[in-house]
């Protein structure tokens, strides 16, 4: 079992940075593949960013190519998402997600996450 917080939303103005965390207890985190995915209202949850259980691969949306940076300590158990140059449409609720896996696997749907994050909102001001 791993629990998943995230912190480090708010309100932005257009332009402005924020950095996501996500910090996970339980099991052994650097077995996990981690993702985040974003949900506006009334859309589907999709992936923005996801790293290999080792952090050795990566992948980005197009949509945030070039501004978004996903990383992760294991010393601290934690998971980051560096967002820059952040859009109106970055608004959305963002969730930090788990899944058992070694090597290079990046899961790119939700249901092929195992554990969930209670997510944190990001709210981008034009």
């Known amino acids: 079992q791993v629990q998943l917080v995230e912190s480090g939303g708010g309100l932005v103005q257009a332009g402005g940075s924020l950095r996501l965390s996500c910090a996970a207890s339980g099991r052994t985190f650097s077995s996990y593949a981690m993702g985040w995915f974003r949900q506006a209202p009334g859309k589907e949850r999709d992936l923005v960013a996801a790293i290999s259980w080792r952090g050795s691969m990566t992948y980005y949306a197009d949509s945030v190519k070039g501004r978004f940076t996903i990383s992760r300590d294991a010393a601290k158990n934690t998971v980051y998402l560096q967002m820059n140059s952040l859009k109106p449409e970055d608004t959305a609720v963002y969730y930090c997600?788990?899944?058992?896996?070694?090597?290079?696997?990046?899961?790119?749907?939700?249901?092929?996450?195992?554990?969930w994050g209670q997510g944190t909102q990001v709210t981008v001001s034009s």
């Open positions: 997600a788990a899944h058992w896996s070694s090597g290079s696997w990046l899961g790119r749907r939700p249901d092929e996450y195992d554990y």
